[in-house]
């Protein structure tokens, strides 16, 4: 397997339990060794989906003793005391931030401890169906090989396994760039050690086109990630382009939060501003030879926090599927069949959560739309789930989360329109129309 | 600039001299320190486009003193004697092996000494056009940045640069795989270290669906290249797919080369089979912020032998438009304009002349008109140019060798369809037509 980030660690959990004899080849040093890679987000939301791979690979109680319980967004409006909406109904329907180095290094404790070989400093840059040998580079440059049965590319958004398939057949690759790139800044803990904002929940300052997050870490600190358009005369990042800028941006913008980010203009100019793109497959297979999973096969943007959930969720299909074909190209195209409309549709919702976050939150219409759904949600349980809750709370197939969320937008949209307040609407009628429209899940 | 490849280097050169300051990033270690990277074709054609190149680096003679000459096709037909089919009218036209990696060293040292600074073992993997700064990953997976101003991708066909962009804007990018591998083998000296088939030629054995051929090296070697389609019941990398059965395809299909390959089924197992296929982007640059040069930006099929011949002309070209430019969105976006059309045209006669030389050239009505065009080319020098003699002869560009050899091709199939003998060819009326369709090339 090329790749032992959390989707290829994950992968080589379950294959190796499953009796597959399990080599990892990753291009990055053994980072127990070398500490966490700087650059990459450092927290991650887990929900149901990445929590019950994690189940299945017997990682759950080490994983969560380090996760923090977020309850819903913390918004914050100029002017306003910061609203938390809750993602569910209660405390079972919640999302938890953990640390992306962390659970990596838990994932490859557990990876070597169920009997898989992992190794580091070792690129797979290429592969060689006939032979069936993977072509990995050292560190120094040198070039080896080793053989497999079995190619899973788990490399990542930048995938060499992809770029390899990509020779031989048509992936029908398209690269969907947002436009939008981020940059990442700490809000460090307080004078006592104390988390300086609520620390359970996603705080979002939403401000149209652009916004920023803060998610809570262990050690009582909050990474605060900030969104702009990459160009263009209003803020974006052509615009607030320097340190001093960014002070007087967050000043001006995000009042209450600026004062909490000690040497702003500082981190501002040292950290890189990362982009943000879909990656789009037609096919994630090569007859019998590779198949891709993870951000290899799929990379979305991170505003519904799935990409780590809907890797995991490739692996326990992966998993399955091999265990239940022999002919490789059988399980490769059940897994695909099974993945691909999922993936899909995470990525669309990805996206729109976007527009929603930074747009939406803050919206009378939206608000009462968001109070009408909870309402419904608890006349008809198991029937009306909000969409945010069947991504994150279950683990209905997206493409099902999709499609049932667009009956829900319209009934939703329908039964607010030119309403003020949530008494006025017709909960006999509305109740009616879910039970006709909206089978029970399950 | 990421990359210190053949482009990289060359464009080093150029630029330093131009009065840039010119920094290298290159992904791989120092050649002159490790020796050369294995897998890679060794010998590649040098013709005029890349002698003009190199001449304006100052690096003619060096180069040329290590280059074997070329002087046409030597066609292996099986109980025939091998058949030269010049490429041109006489010895002036000819094309050149040169050995990748010794022109490589050469160009590096001379990157070097025009001021430029070579940074081996760095690869760069990003940037971060807002701050300027090229972000780079050492061999130890340490993370760090340089500045850059002008911001060149010559980091080949897998360019991290390219992809770093496709999250930025849409490239437009296809990748079309050729569905045919090769696998390289080499005929040693004889044994008194003479060349064993003759020296001044690429031998070509064609079989219709697949071809060897072979490149001489200035150690008296050739280097071999099978090429065969991937799959399929026919021969293919899927049937022949050890060396016990290469040995005996080779017996069977080549065997004038067979006994000069010692050791063929042996190094047929252990060296893999490489794939080929042609990238098509629609723009080249992103903005101000970075452009794509060489095989970053349209590596094509190998058997024009111009992939750095057309990558040396991006060089001139891009060199020279930036020193026309203050403004780098104007000097990317010419030197994009003025190259783009011409490497498709090259790409797609690339394509092409795969067909031509696996299938056509032991073709007898392909013969005939071989014979006419050289028969023309000496009746209207300077106006009947040889669409291969225009690629490999002249700096016409590729986009106009490609238009007029069309005109071409049609009055040589016109002018032979049913004949058997140059002699019953009416020249009369084909010198009228020639003048009228054909204006004198410059």
Same mark, same amino acid.
């Given at each position: 397997?090329?790749?032992?980030?959390?989707?290829?660690?994950?992968?080589?959990?379950?294959?190796?339990? *499953?009796?597959?004899?399990?080599?990892?080849?990753?291009?990055?040093?053994?980072?127990?060794?070398?500490?966490?890679?700087?650059?990459?987000?450092?927290?991650? &939301?887990?929900?149901?989906?990445?929590?019950?791979?994690?189940?299945?690979?017997?990682?759950?109680?080490?994983?969560?003793?380090?996760?923090?319980?977020?309850?819903?967004?913390?918004?914050?409006?100029?002017?306003?005391?910061?609203?938390?909406?809750?993602?569910?109904?209660?405390?079972?329907?919640? %999302?938890?931030?953990?640390?992306?180095?962390?659970?990596?290094?838990?994932?490859?404790?557990?990876?070597?401890?169920?009997?898989?070989?992992?190794?580091?400093?070792?690129? &797979?840059?290429?592969?060689?169906?006939?032979?069936?040998?993977?072509?990995?580079?050292?560190?120094?440059?040198? #070039?080896?090989?080793?053989?497999?049965?079995?190619?899973?590319?788990?490399?990542?958004?930048?995938?060499?396994?992809?770029?390899?398939?990509?020779?031989?057949?048509?992936?029908?690759?398209?690269?969907?760039?947002?436009?939008?790139?981020?940059?990442?800044?700490? %809000?460090?803990?307080?004078?006592?050690?104390?988390? !300086?904002?609520?620390?359970?929940?996603?705080?979002?300052?939403?401000?149209?086109?652009?916004?920023?997050?803060?998610?809570?870490?262990?050690?009582?600190?909050?990474?605060?990630?900030?969104?702009?358009?990459?160009?263009?005369?209003?803020?974006?990042?052509?615009? =607030?382009?320097?340190?001093?800028?960014?002070?007087?941006?967050?000043?001006?913008?995000?009042?209450?939060?600026?004062?909490?980010?000690?040497?702003?203009?500082?981190?501002?100019?040292?950290?890189?501003?990362?982009?943000?793109?879909?990656?789009?497959?037609?096919?994630?297979?090569?007859?019998?030879?590779?198949?891709?999973?993870?951000?290899?096969?799929?990379?979305?943007?991170?505003?519904?926090?799935?990409?780590?959930?809907?890797?995991?969720?490739?692996?326990?299909?992966? @998993?399955? !599927?091999?265990?239940?074909?022999?002919?490789?190209?059988?399980?490769?195209? *059940?897994?695909?069949? #099974?993945?691909?409309?999922?993936?899909?549709?995470?990525?669309?919702?990805?996206?729109?959560?976007?527009?929603?976050?930074?747009?939406? =939150?803050?919206?009378?219409?939206?608000?009462?739309?968001?109070?009408? #759904?909870?309402?419904?949600?608890?006349?008809?349980?198991?029937?009306?789930?909000?969409?945010?809750?069947?991504?994150?709370?279950?683990?209905?197939?997206?493409?099902?989360?999709?499609?049932?969320?667009? =009956?829900?937008?319209?009934?939703?949209?329908? @039964?607010?329109?030119?309403?003020?307040?949530?008494?006025?609407?017709?909960?006999?009628?509305?109740? !009616?129309?879910?039970?006709?429209?909206?089978?029970?899940?399950?």
């Amino acid at each position: 397997m090329a790749g032992a980030g959390l989707a290829g660690s994950l992968l080589g959990v379950l294959l190796s339990r *499953a009796g597959f004899k399990v080599s990892l080849y990753e291009a990055r040093p053994d980072p127990r060794k070398v500490g966490y890679e700087e650059g990459r987000s450092i927290n991650l &939301a887990l929900a149901e989906r990445g929590l019950h791979a994690l189940r299945q690979a017997g990682l759950e109680r080490e994983v969560m003793a380090q996760a923090i319980m977020m309850r819903g967004r913390m918004v914050h409006v100029p002017g306003q005391t910061p609203q938390l909406q809750r993602y569910g109904l209660d405390d079972s329907e919640v %999302i938890w931030s953990v640390h992306r180095g962390r659970l990596n290094l838990a994932m490859l404790d557990a990876c070597e401890a169920a009997g898989a070989n992992v190794h580091f400093g070792c690129a &797979a840059f290429n592969f060689d169906e006939h032979n069936k040998r993977l072509r990995l580079r050292d560190r120094s440059g040198k #070039e080896r090989s080793a053989g497999y049965q079995v190619l899973v590319g788990a490399d990542g958004a930048g995938s060499a396994i992809r770029a390899a398939m990509e020779m031989r057949i048509d992936l029908g690759e398209v690269v969907e760039p947002l436009g939008h790139g981020y940059r990442e800044l700490e %809000i460090p803990p307080g004078s006592n050690g104390e988390f !300086q904002i609520e620390a359970n929940a996603l705080h979002i300052w939403p401000r149209g086109r652009y916004m920023c997050i803060a998610l809570p870490n262990t050690e009582r600190t909050f990474t605060v990630t900030l969104f702009l358009p990459n160009q263009g005369p209003h803020p974006s990042f052509a615009t =607030v382009n320097d340190g001093d800028k960014a002070e007087a941006f967050f000043a001006r913008e995000f009042a209450d939060a600026q004062p909490l980010i000690p040497d702003l203009g500082l981190h501002f100019d040292e950290r890189p501003v990362g982009q943000l793109a879909t990656l789009r497959l037609r096919r994630w297979h090569y007859g019998p030879h590779a198949v891709l999973i993870g951000d290899a096969a799929h990379a979305m943007v991170p505003f519904h926090g799935q990409g780590m959930n809907c890797a995991f969720e490739d692996c326990t299909a992966l @998993a399955r !599927q091999l265990q239940q074909h022999d002919d490789l190209e059988q399980a490769f195209s *059940a897994f695909e069949a #099974e993945r691909l409309p999922n993936a899909k549709a995470i990525q669309d919702m990805a996206l729109e959560n976007y527009l929603e976050m930074r747009d939406r =939150v803050d919206d009378a219409d939206y608000i009462l739309q968001r109070q009408l #759904e909870q309402l419904l949600a608890k006349r008809h349980p198991g029937r009306f789930v909000p969409r945010y809750s069947m991504v994150s709370f279950t683990r209905v197939p997206y493409a099902v989360a999709q499609a049932r969320g667009r =009956v829900q937008r319209e009934i939703l949209i329908e @039964a607010t329109r030119g309403l003020d307040s949530i008494e006025q609407v017709d909960l006999t009628a509305l109740d !009616q129309r879910i039970r006709a429209e909206l089978l029970p899940l399950d």
